[in-house]
């Protein structure tokens, strides 16, 4: 990994998680009608860590799913590589409900529309919201995020990279040069 910058470290990892929980928390008057899915990998672990916090101000504990999208996603027959499909797990209605859709990383969009898809194939909500930890640009649908952890605008030959410890052992948030594509 050619890392070009640290972004974001463990202590500003807690900082925005707090954040992110408190602004959801305002804007929907409480967690009373919240769910809470966070998108399959690391989106799920950072939805994990919102409720956790939102448990911790509000005392109360909104309903948490998982979503894997990847068969609701526009590129799915014209990937090379075998997908690895993970599973969904909504146990709860959502119909009426405020769910707050969670991600890691905010890019082109077409990820956030495959989730929607598959939200709306499972009831009809109140609202959707969507809540990243980074937005990095280069959108090519009309997605915005609602709650954002930290705006980084990138070129096209930069990614951003998050780590988190249920997964790589640490928290913090990279930018690094993408490998060339030759």
């Known amino acids: 990994m050619d890392i070009k910058a640290k972004l974001i470290d463990d202590e500003g990892f ?5 954040r992110l929980a408190h602004e959801i928390l305002e804007r929907n008057k ?16 950072l939805a994990s860590r919102i409720l956790n916090k939102i448990k911790e101000i509000d005392k109360s504990e909104p309903n948490f799913g998982i979503l894997d999208v990847t068969l609701y996603r526009d590129d799915f027959r014209t990937r090379l590589k075998q997908p690895e499909i993970g599973v969904t797990n909504i146990t709860f209605d959502i119909n009426d409900k405020d769910v ?53 605008p990138t070129s096209i030959n930069e990614e951003v990279k998050v780590k988190l410890k249920e997964v790589d052992e640490e928290d913090a948030v990279y930018l690094i040069n993408s490998p060339s594509k030759n």
């Open 14 to 18: 807690i900082r925005t998680i707090t």
């Open 100 to 152: 707050i859709l969670i991600d890691d990383v905010l890019y082109t969009g077409r990820t956030v529309r495959a989730a929607l898809d598959a939200l709306m194939d499972l009831g009809r909500p109140n609202t959707i919201q969507l809540c990243v930890l980074v937005d990095r640009g280069h959108r090519e649908l009309p997605i915005k995020a609602d709650f954002i952890g930290k705006n980084i």
């Open 30 to 45: 409480g967690s009373k009608n919240l769910v809470l899915v966070g998108m399959r990998t690391r989106g799920e672990f």
